[in-house]
């Protein structure tokens, strides 16, 4: 797919003032610093488009983008802030709960995971909360650039088989890196193969 337009539509704090359903939705969400903001960018070719290194805490957003007048991709907020405070975290629980587990046209839910570390129990348990919903996603593994290709398949293949504690398959993945524009084609693929469908 060749990312023609990306417009930026809104930005919500209100499950009720989303656009309307009628589009399909892709949900871009992992842990703060993950990379997600730079893979948005480097998805639409578009710099500027998903603000890089928010500040933890601030008040969370569901941002919508529109791709080529065809698809919505979903900027969700970041989990695991160490710094947010108890009732903070639970708003960010019901908000972006709420919003998944209500949103008809969500097509699927993109994963962020930092392809430098090992498997994060907050990544596994976000991915097992999106399984017992029968909500379908895919892993997008970032940063790929900052160790070699063996650790990167290392860590890969690690998370997955940890998922494979309560998946009998794990989901489909991506290895990625903003820095190099490695993995663009291959997500942006997915998504057109969905959307023609
Ligand atoms: P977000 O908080 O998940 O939106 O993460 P950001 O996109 O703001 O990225 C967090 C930090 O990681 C920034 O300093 C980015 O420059 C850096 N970063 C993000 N993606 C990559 C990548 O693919 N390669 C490298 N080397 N750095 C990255």
Redesign the pocket.
Known sequence: MIVKSAEFICSNTQISKLPPPVKPEYAFI?R???????LINMLTGKKGLAK???TPGKTQLINHFLINDNWYLVDLP?YGYARISKSKKEDWNKFIRTYLDKRENLQCVMVLVDSRLEPQKIDLEFCNWLGEHGLPFVLIF??A??QSAIKTDQNVAKFRKALTATFEEAPQHFVT???NQIGKEDVLGFIDQINQN
Not at 32 to 38: A, C, F, I, R, T
Request: no cysteine.
């Open positions: 992992g703060s610093n993950v990379g997600k903001s730079s890089t290194s928010q970041g970032t940063k650039d900052k890196s903003s820095e």
